[in-house]
Structure formats: C-alpha cells, structure tokens
C-alpha cells in the first residue's frame, strides 16, 4: 500500500469528518498542511492523480468538475477488487464520501476492510469516517435587522438658491416648498439571504422603511428581491442577478426597478488578495406618479477588490447610457460613475467604514425648450463615513455621516444635503 497516498487520504478523512460534523462545505481551499503523494516518473508521464484533482476541484468549490475527475477514477479502478490496487479503492470511498454519496462510501470501506486487510490506523480512520458522516449538503441563510434614528438638513431635496433665472426670461423666486426642509426621521430595514443550491445559487431579499418626524409625504418604502446565479467556464468565474423592486413615496407606488447584471472575474496572475472583474447590467425603471420618465439604464463597469487582515476596499468606475422610453424632457443621458470603499480595524473592536462616489449625466437635447433652453449637465459627489463597534452575540452599533452636493447648470435642481444617523444592527445565520 502507498504510505504517502494513505497518508493524503488519512488528512482528507479527517478533513470531511470536521466538515460533515460542522455541516458547512469543505473549505474554499485545501489546508496548507494536507501533503500531495509523490508520484513516481511513470505515473506522471502517464496520467493525471485524479484523488489530487478531485480534491482541488472539492476544495475550489467546483463539485461538479470532481464529480468528473471522480468517474474518470472509478473507469480506471474497475469494478473487480481482485484486480484493483487497494489504494485507489480508499481514495475511491473517501471522494464519495467528501461529494455527499455516502451510501457508495459506506460500501466501499467494506470492499477495502474485506479484500484488502488494512493497517490499523486506516481501519480508525474508516471506523471514525462511519461514525461521523459524510459531508451533507446544508443551505446557508443569513438574514440581518437594522433599526435607527437620524437627522436629514435636505429631505425634500430642495434648491440652494431661492432664485430661478429662465432662459431668456426674469428671475422667479420659488416657493418654500421648492427650497430645503430638515427633518429627523426613523428607519427600520431588513434583509434575508438563502442558499437554494449546493452549486451557490442564492435568493436574497431587503425591505427598508423612513418615517418622517413631519415631513410624512416623503416618507419612503421600498422592497427588493431577487435571485443570484453562479457558474465557471474553465476558469472564469461568472455570476448572474436578477432583482426586481419597487419604492413607495407617502403610501403610493413611485417606481418599479427590474435589473439584470453579469459579473465575470478572469483568472489574471494577482496576487491572491486582489481580485478584477468587469460587471455589465441593464435595468428598466418605470413610474407610476410620472408621465414620460421610464428609462432602460445600461452600465458597464471595472472592479477591483482588495482583502486583507486588517482592511479592505473596492474601488470600481462605470459609463451609463440611460435611454428615455417617452417624450423626457432632455430625451437620453449619457454619464459615468466613479466608487471608493473601505473598511479598516481602527482598534480593539472599533471599525470603520468610508463610501466616496463621483456621478455625472449629461442630456441629449434642451431640458425644455423656449422656457429652460439648457441641456442638463448633473454632477454628484456623495461620501459617508461610518463608526462601527460591534456588541458580540451579532450586536453592533453604527454611528454614520452622510453629504451629498449635487451640482448641476440648472439652478431648480442644485441642491446639498447632509444627514447623521445613529443605528443599531443585528445579524445571524444558521
């Protein structure tokens, strides 16, 4: 029997115990300490170790492509013990095992301790796997609750300067509704994320609500769901989301959202905290309290991801085509979006988060002729920062900032707000 081999297996056996006791899937990554067998000159100028492969391919999450390396092996050992090399048999009943096929495990750990007569160690080691279980599938849900209580210097989003100049016209003071309105307000929210295959497809779902203090007409709902899809083509990982929504403003339907976005991630030679990928979506966004606003918005966009032990960030720039499905005033946009997060360990349990975002559109035509003759020009710098400091047991407090300045050659729609919020969070899973 091949020490070495017996050896992987014997690790590997101990790893899908731990994992079949702990009802997660294997890690995403073999341990640094599991040994791969030395092959001989022969087996490797001959054929691949499909055990190692199989192993890889469990550990990258790539079942599906195991289960291929797993039927490759079971053509090569054969189905006559008295042929077989009892090693390939135990790698055989351990990869069943670590792909959930317990019942052909089962009946292959007693082809090996009846045919082949194991050392002790090996005999333990098949008696703890039968004890314990093979790995079994278990979805995992996540679902998180979030309550708060904030302050917005701008809820109604109004105009910065109280005067409005018309092209070619006199200057016209708005009214007070038009200009800014503070409010303290409330907000509940909630999400829910669930595993619905072992391949990694996901449902997920997210409701907020705000309650004004005064200002009850922008009180806002909205509801959000969708699934998520992902797959590999050789190595390119790829993902897939659908999600489709809708906001209420002041109890009415304002708008529905439905979007769909691909996002691939190319196997480039980075170092292994650092991960590109290119993202491309359409959405289509309808009105209800609006005549002549939906649009189809169409976006490709770079990410680049960076995680380590003490930060992370993302840093990620997009062009935006916004196509006008009716008579728009301004017809079609055009624009580019530009996004910076962080997340850093500020020290002992205290954390700390940074969103900064650059958007701008610009318009295909007058906004509206012979009254506003200019065509819209939209630039949008928001940032937050955020003080995290998490209570145990998936408690934390979150106290956060925001501002907004929307800058924009049509004086009606400039305007800036700034907002503070004191909230608390809870998450778990199971």
């Known amino acids: 029997m091949n020490v070495p081999r017996r050896f992987l297996a014997l690790c590997a056996g101990l ?72 090693g390939d048999w135990l790698d055989l009943a351990m990869l069943h095992c670590a792909m959930g096929n317990e019942e052909q ?78 409010d303290s307000y409330a907000t509940v929210s909630a999400d829910y994320m669930a595993e619905l295959t072992e391949a990694g497809d996901v449902a997920f779902a997210q409701v907020y609500t705000r309650r004004h203090d005064s200002m009850d007409a922008f009180d806002t709902v909205s509801l959000y769901g969708g699934i998520d899809h992902p797959w590999r083509i050789g190595d390119w990982r790829v993902r897939g989301t659908a999600t489709i929504g809708a906001l209420w403003l002041d109890n009415t339907i304002y708008h ?32 209800n309290l609006l005549n002549n606003f939906d649009s189809v918005t169409t976006e490709l966009r770079g990410i680049l991801r960076y995680r380590g032990e003490r930060w992370q960030g993302q840093a990620s720039a997009a062009v935006l085509e916004d196509h006008a499905l009716g008579t728009r005033p301004g017809g079609d946009r055009h624009g580019w979006n530009a996004m ?65 300045l929307n800058h924009e050659n049509i004086s009606l729609f400039k305007y800036d707000s700034s907002q503070v919020l004191l909230s608390w969070n809870w998450r778990d899973s199971r």
């Open 340 to 404: 910076l997060f962080g997340r850093v360990a500020l020290g002992g349990k205290l954390e700390g988060e940074m969103d900064l975002s650059r958007q701008e559109w610009r318009g295909a035509s007058a906004y509206s002729p012979g009254l506003i003759n200019l065509t819209r020009h939209q630039r949008t710098l928001a940032g937050r920062a955020a003080l995290i400091y998490p209570l145990g047991g998936g408690h934390s407090v979150q106290l956060e900032v925001r501002r907004v």
């Open 15 to 86: 790893l899908l115990a731990a994992a079949a006791r702990a009802q997660v899937p294997v890690p995403t990554q073999l341990p640094e300490q599991l040994p791969l067998p030395p092959l001989d000159t022969a087996q490797k100028t001959a054929e691949p170790d499909l055990y190692v492969q199989a192993l890889r391919a469990i550990g990258d999450g790539r079942r599906d492509k195991a289960g291929v390396y797993l039927a490759r092996l079971e053509a090569r050992v054969g189905d006559d013990p008295a042929k077989g090399n009892p």
């Open 256 to 287: 529905r959202q439905g979007q769909l976005q691909l996002r691939v991630t190319p196997p480039l030679p980075l170092p292994p905290n650092i991960e590109a990928s290119v993202l491309g979506g359409v959405s289509r966004l309808s009105y």
């Open 105 to 182: 495990a089962l009946r292959l750990f007693d082809i090996v301790e009846r045919e082949f007569t194991p050392p002790p160690a090996l005999m333990d080691i098949i008696a703890q796997q039968r004890s314990r279980g093979c790995y079994r599938w278990k979805p995992l849900r996540q679902w998180s609750v979030t309550a708060g209580r904030g302050h917005d210097s701008n809820v109604n989003q109004g105009a910065s300067s109280p005067v409005f100049e018309l092209s070619g016209g006199p200057a016209l003071e708005l009214l007070p509704e038009y200009l800014p309105h503070a």
